[in-house]
């Protein structure tokens, strides 16, 4: 299962690069996050971990499974019996950056996690796309 939601953006695909990666203060950026906490110090790299705390959820611990600066940030978690994969995905487009974010869901259980939350992560997304405009362009 799939989602995903594309906005551009007006500011520099380095601004977008530089919230989406600075995963502390996403929960300032998007209602989609409350808390989160990185589990190691350092740049953000392939294999950090952080706590995140949602909304309507349990926290769970995401893992960056890959890094290309300014082009793609994905990390994943495992809950319900499925593993779910965040990707950002950032291309330059004119002056500003097309900014993509995709939920995949995979395993046994993901269809059905899809039936019954798909709208709320296609939402979700929707919200965290439009939280990341609004603060790359103030």
Same mark, same amino acid.
């Given at each position: 299962?799939?989602?995903?939601?594309?906005?551009?953006?007006?500011?520099?695909?380095?601004?977008?690069?530089?919230?989406?990666?600075?995963?502390?203060?996403?929960?300032?950026?998007?209602?989609?996050?409350?808390?989160?906490?990185?589990?190691?110090?350092?740049?953000?790299?392939?294999?950090?971990?952080?706590?995140?705390?949602?909304?309507?959820?349990?926290?769970?611990?995401?893992?960056?499974?890959? +890094?290309?600066?300014?082009?793609?940030?994905?990390?994943? %978690?495992?809950? @319900?019996? /499925? $593993?779910?994969? *965040?990707?950002? !995905? +950032?291309?330059?487009?004119?002056?500003?950056?097309?900014? %993509?974010?995709? @939920?995949? /869901? $995979?395993?046994? *259980?993901?269809? !059905?996690?899809?039936?019954?939350?798909?709208?709320?992560?296609?939402?979700?997304?929707?919200?965290?796309?439009?939280?990341?405009?609004?603060?790359?362009?103030?």
């Amino acid at each position: 299962m799939r989602w995903e939601n594309t906005v551009t953006i007006d500011a520099p695909t380095g601004r977008v690069w530089d919230l989406t990666t600075d995963v502390e203060n996403l929960p300032s950026v998007t209602p989609t996050m409350r808390r989160v906490v990185r589990l190691d110090d350092g740049p953000i790299h392939e294999g950090s971990q952080a706590k995140i705390w949602q909304p309507a959820q349990t926290p769970a611990i995401w893992t960056v499974t890959k +890094l290309d600066p300014s082009r793609e940030f994905s990390w994943q %978690t495992r809950r @319900l019996g /499925v $593993t779910m994969t *965040g990707r950002h !995905l +950032l291309a330059d487009d004119g002056d500003g950056c097309r900014n %993509t974010l995709v @939920l995949e /869901v $995979t395993g046994p *259980g993901a269809k !059905l996690v899809g039936a019954l939350l798909g709208k709320t992560f296609a939402k979700a997304l929707a919200t965290e796309n439009a939280g990341l405009q609004r603060a790359a362009t103030t």
